[in-house]
């Protein structure tokens, strides 16, 4: 187990850069969630800490070492791919019991890990098999088995669950905390979803063309966004964000002509113009609020997303706890709850 | 299948023992014929075996046509033998790790030599046989295995058809052998040969046949009889001057030589077919 940093971290292929420069300190342990939009970077960043990529500027260190100029196999790093990468003519075991092989391992010794891996991961019947014999599910298995056995100091993980059905991914979600709680290495993994990166991160990296937007715990990330596009990229439906003026240090009007009063002045000299978020779960309804033109209600079951439009002609999107029948062109009141809302710089899209 | 599934079943069989008969009739002609004495074969056909089947296997196998001033078939067919198999494995050996290092490592003019290779594609054996024999004979190889195997054995064809392979296995395999500390040859050994077997059994076969057959190659280079191969063999019996060709004996080599080709072919043939028709997930 080690701790991983990042300083200054840049990658350029050819004349390109893809990484402008990352920092970021992993504590020994932790578990980071890289996510952001396709093409951002993030699995160049988890290749350049497994040594598959060249580090074109900065330092990666894991534990003490400087590791830029290290082989993968000299980084004490495994890592989980996305389409399993198990090698298709070994069986379970020889394919958990390889890279132990490779490193000298004596018989019993790999005998032991790979039974105690296989403990961990119920794959046990499935030793003998070769992975085509195998479910998706179960070669994500192998995949990981292959990961703990050798006890590295960090694990990577490049989207591991993204070729699975939604229930089964619920499942590995599961499996893959159970796993970080009893093994308690460090952890970097990069996913799309943000209900993984919600629910397994003990911090969250926001990643945005290259760059790492936000680092924090997921609740401050959806709580306090540090940027316009955080704001956006994390929670679903995503924020609504809507250019305000501000009239009084407490009193901001909204595109469109809403007027909303905080509770408190938040320090916005008056006639700077702004950014207003508010999340949809943050809006309510309300018989004496502002009208709002229904354009389209889905009905989730637990929660009803109302997508519609302010009197003025601004969008806002609000979520409605339970089930709600609205028809398109109904008109309902909203109630914004101004203690949830967030302000960002027009221009930068910073947090304010 | 049903109504006409039948009749075109019907069809379907006849055209495909049509095809086997055409091909066995002439394999069956041999057969008969290496089964009687020379005389009997004089002037007419008989269309039944004859009584000197395993005298005339002998006869060849261990003296040969002594009227005619061949040799015995057994050190021909030995010598096509190991003339195939060395052929064959030096092909497969040099062209699979050519094809390795033109996938899997980055080196100056890399491509060039890709492009090098695959250009002689267009120089089978025939086009370069005379500075071949020129390089052959100035280093004195003529009538030894050297000669007779080394200048067939590198090919283009192969090596492209493993790069083409190679090309398919997927990236992240060789990540994951990487990260699992294997390096470059320990990977081809563990991961890419045994991925690699079903197209190296192909090959294998494939590749034999060729060195099999070579007639004008082992024409070129030997001179003493010792080295000869077993198609020179049947060539040489066939054109005897100042006699009847010994067709009972011609024939029993021509049988002899199509076993260890058939051999193959039937040893081979679990691997074979896979590899045709079979790619590994
Ligand atoms: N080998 C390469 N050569 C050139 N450019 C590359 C190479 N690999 C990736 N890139 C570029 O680097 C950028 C980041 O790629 P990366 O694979 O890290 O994205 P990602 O965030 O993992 O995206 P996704 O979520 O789709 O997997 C992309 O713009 C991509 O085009
Ligand atoms: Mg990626």
Not at chain 1, 262 to 280: E, K, Q, V
Request: glycine share 8%; charged share 20%; proline share 5%.
């Amino acid at each position: 187990m080690a701790a991983v940093a990042f300083s200054a971290v840049r990658k350029s292929y050819g004349n390109n850069p893809v990484i402008h420069g990352v920092d970021m300190q992993i504590a020994d342990g932790e578990f980071i969630v890289i996510v952001g939009p396709s093409g951002c970077g993030k699995s160049t960043l988890l290749r350049m800490v497994a040594g598959l990529e060249a580090i074109s500027a900065g330092t990666i260190a894991i534990g003490e070492r400087v590791v830029n100029n290290l082989e993968p196999k000299d980084r004490d790093i495994a890592m989980v791919f996305q389409n399993y990468a198990l090698y298709p003519h070994m069986s379970v075991f020889e394919n958990m019991a390889y890279g132990l092989k490779i490193r000298g391992f004596s018989k019993s010794d790999i005998e032991a890990r790979v039974k105690r891996a296989a403990d961990i991961l119920q794959l046990d019947p499935y030793l003998a098999r070769r992975p085509r014999e195998l479910s998706g599910g179960q070669r994500q298995r192998v995949a990981m088995g292959r990961a703990i056995v050798r006890q590295p100091a960090v694990f990577l993980f490049d989207e591991p669950l993204s070729n699975l059905d939604a229930k089964l991914r619920v499942q590995m979600r599961i499996e893959i905390k159970r796993l970080h709680r009893e093994l308690g290495v460090t952890s970097i993994y990069v996913t799309h979803d943000q209900i993984e990166a919600m629910t397994l991160a003990d911090r969250l990296v926001v990643m945005n063309g290259g760059r790492a937007e936000q680092i924090g715990p997921p609740k401050e990330v959806y709580e306090r966004p540090a940027t316009t596009f955080v704001a956006t990229f994390i929670g679903s439906p995503a924020m609504n964000l809507i250019p305000a003026r501000v009239q009084a240090p407490d009193l901001f009007e909204l595109a469109g002509g809403l007027s909303v009063r905080l509770p408190a002045p938040r320090g916005a000299a008056a006639g700077t113009d702004l950014t207003f978020g508010i999340r949809p779960e943050h809006v309510a309804l309300a018989d004496d609020g502002a009208p709002l033109t229904v354009e389209l209600a889905e009905e989730l079951g637990a929660d009803t997303i109302v997508y519609g439009r302010l009197d003025g002609g601004q969008e806002l999107v609000v979520r409605v706890p339970g089930y709600l029948e609205l028809n398109i062109g109904d008109r309902v009141g909203i109630q914004i709850d101004t203690s949830k809302v967030h302000l960002f710089d027009k221009a930068s899209g910073q947090r304010l | 299948m049903s109504g006409s599934g039948r009749l075109s079943s019907l069809l379907i069989h006849g055209v495909l023992i049509l095809g086997i008969a055409v091909i066995a009739f002439p394999i069956l002609i041999a057969l008969i014929a290496s089964s009687h004495d020379q005389i009997t074969l004089v002037g007419k056909f008989p269309f039944y075996f004859g009584e000197h089947f395993i005298e005339n296997y002998r006869t060849v196998l261990g003296e040969g046509m002594k009227r005619a001033g061949g040799g015995a078939v057994g050190p021909m067919l030995m010598n096509s033998f190991v003339m195939a198999i060395v052929i064959a494995v030096g092909k497969i050996v040099i062209s699979i790790l050519s094809a390795f290092a033109i996938v899997y490592f980055r080196f100056p003019f890399r491509m060039g030599f890709f492009w090098m290779i695959f250009i002689t594609l267009m120089l089978p054996v025939e086009v370069r046989i005379l500075p071949t024999y020129q390089v052959i004979a100035n280093l004195e190889l003529l009538n030894s295995y050297t000669g007779l195997t080394l200048p067939l054995i590198a090919s283009a064809t192969a090596t492209f058809l493993f790069r083409q392979f190679f090309l398919t296995v997927p990236e992240e395999l060789t990540e994951a052998s990487r990260i699992d500390g294997a390096g470059p040859m320990r990977f081809f050994w563990d991961v890419l040969l045994p991925l690699s077997r079903t197209n190296i059994a192909a090959l294998f076969v494939i590749v034999f046949i060729y060195g099999w057959n070579q007639y004008l190659w082992p024409l070129l280079v030997t001179q003493e009889e010792s080295m000869y191969t077993v198609v020179m063999g049947i060539q040489r019996m066939v054109t005897v001057a100042d006699a009847q060709a010994e067709w009972n004996l011609v024939m029993a080599t021509t049988i002899l030589a199509l076993l260890p080709p058939v051999l193959v072919v039937v040893l081979m043939q679990r691997w074979f077919v896979k590899g045709l028709v079979e790619t590994e997930k």
